[in-house]
Structures are given as structure tokens and as C-alpha cells.
């Protein structure tokens, strides 16, 4: 941690480092994540993930992720003590990483700055050089290859990748089961993701009979045998 902070020029040792990543699929089901690493190793128990709403591109989907978390953490940090302990979000990182270059870092610097905070500092690094960018610098830092540095900061990139990959995959699956039953008559978007959201699966889903289904707000009798019915190909709408 000394050597990166050296390397980078850092005000401190980055004893806790978060990074961010944003995953969708031509812009739909945008997922954000947060990984976090303390004195280098992961915090998986304290990773986060952030469904982002009609964010018009990446760095719209960035600068609302940092946004959130950091506006928690200001609500947060004047807890009591006691509370604080059991906050998602009291602990603010001494270094954020985004995935990207300079006009992600810019995205996130932004962000941060938005909310007064000062002690957080951000880096972002670009995959095609492994190039690490810092705010308002016009040219980027090139760690050594094989240094300690770049290895830390390329295994904290990668993870939060892979974390925002899953969460954007499950988010797109969901996404997927409630369009399929949002095709059955009578039961739409909203009545959709409410069947998906009680029951979990669809596969779940399936396996309730008409009494089950009818218990869920919205729906009744008289639409859970359709439902019903539907899911199990008794009416050709939806094959089981």
C-alpha cells in the first residue's frame, strides 16, 4: 500500500480501497458495483451492488452510483456510534478506482466533489494500457509492469468486472422471466416483476398452484388460474 501511495503520489496509504464498475447490455438492466479491499485483501461481505434507473450513459450511470454511496455515507457518518457500526455505508475509502480513463475519473471526481467531500481520492484504470489516470491530469501514470502497485490495482478492477457482471446477468434474468409472463392477458409490467419478486423464479412460479398465485397483491382468483392455466400450457399463451 506504501508503494502505491508512493507511486501515485497519494496523500495517504489507501488502507481501504473501493472500486466501481458499471455493467448492462446496450444500456438496459445497468447494474453498478462496489468491491471493496482493506490493507489489499477483499471485503466481500461489505460488496455492493446499485440498480441505476434511466442513466443515459456510463458516465451518468458512474457519477449516479458515487452519488448514492457517498450521500449514505454523509447521512451515515452523524449516527451514533453504536449505529454506525451496523451502517452499510459510514466508512468512507481513502481511495475510489473506477474502470475506465480519464473521463471516467473526471465522472467520478465530480461526483464526489458534488457532495463537499475532499479526503477521497480517485484513480482510474484504462484496460487497453493499463494506464492509471488521476483527475486533471492531462497525460496518464504508467505503473511498471509486474510492480506490486499495478497488480493491486488490477485484481481490485478485475474483481469489481466480474462482480458487476453477475449482478447485471441476474438483474437481466429476471428481467427476462417477468417479460414472459408479462405476455400472458391480464397480468402487464407491474403485475409481472410482483409475481417474480413473491415467488423468486419462475421455475418457483410454476410449481404454485392457483391458491399460491392468488395471494400475491394484486392478482386474485380469477387471474391466478389464468396465470395458472398460461404456465402450464393449457392455453397456449406460454409454454411451461
Same mark, same amino acid.
Given at each position: %500500500?506504501?508503494?502505491?501511495?508512493?507511486?501515485?503520489?497519494?496523500?495517504q496509504a489507501p488502507l481501504r480501497i473501493e472500486c466501481y464498475d458499471i455493467s448492462h447490455t446496450q444500456g438496459t438492466n445497468q447494474v453498478g458495483s462496489m468491491v471493496v479491499f482493506e490493507d489489499a485483501l477483499? /471485503?466481500?461481505?461489505?460488496?455492493? *451492488?446499485?440498480?441505476i434507473g434511466d442513466a443515459t450513459d456510463d458516465f451518468a450511470a458512474m457519477r449516479e452510483v458515487l452519488t448514492r454511496r457517498f450521500t449514505r455515507y454523509l447521512e451515515e457518518s452523524r449516527l451514533p456510534p453504536e449505529e454506525r457500526e451496523r451502517a452499510k455505508f @459510514?466508512?468512507?475509502? *481513502?481511495? &475510489?478506482?473506477?474502470?475506465?480513463?480519464q473521463p471516467q475519473v473526471e465522472a467520478a471526481q465530480e461526483a464526489i466533489s458534488a %457532495?463537499?467531500?475532499?479526503? &477521497?481520492? !480517485?484513480?482510474? %484504470?484504462?484496460?487497453? %494500457?493499463?494506464?492509471?489516470?488521476?483527475?486533471?491530469d492531462p497525460y496518464p501514470t504508467i505503473l511498471p509492469r509486474g510492480s506490486e502497485a499495478l497488480y493491486l490495482l488490477q485484481r481490485v478492477r478485475d474483481e469489481a468486472h466480474r462482480f458487476a457482471i453477475t449482478a447485471h446477468r441476474k438483474k437481466r434474468g429476471k428481467a427476462m422471466k417477468a417479460s414472459a409472463i408479462d405476455e400472458i392477458p391480464g397480468v402487464g409490467p407491474t403485475r409481472a416483476k410482483a409475481l417474480?419478486?413473491?415467488?423468486?423464479?419462475? *421455475? /418457483?412460479? /410454476?410449481? @404454485?398452484? !392457483?391458491? *399460491?398465485? @392468488?395471494? &400475491?397483491?394484486g392478482v386474485g382468483n380469477a387471474l391466478a388460474r389464468q396465470i395458472h392455466a398460461a404456465l402450464h400450457g393449457q392455453d397456449g399463451t406460454m409454454e411451461p
Open positions: %500500500l506504501r508503494g502505491l501511495r508512493d507511486a501515485l503520489e497519494l496523500r477483499p /471485503r466481500k461481505k461489505e460488496y455492493r *451492488q446499485f440498480s @459510514a466508512y468512507p475509502p *481513502q481511495l &475510489v478506482v473506477v474502470d475506465g480513463g %457532495l463537499g467531500i475532499e479526503d &477521497v481520492e !480517485v484513480v482510474g %484504470l484504462a484496460k487497453r %494500457l493499463e494506464e492509471v489516470w488521476r483527475p486533471g417474480i419478486r413473491h415467488f423468486g423464479s419462475l *421455475q /418457483r412460479l /410454476r410449481e @404454485a398452484d !392457483v391458491e *399460491q398465485i @392468488a395471494l &400475491v397483491p
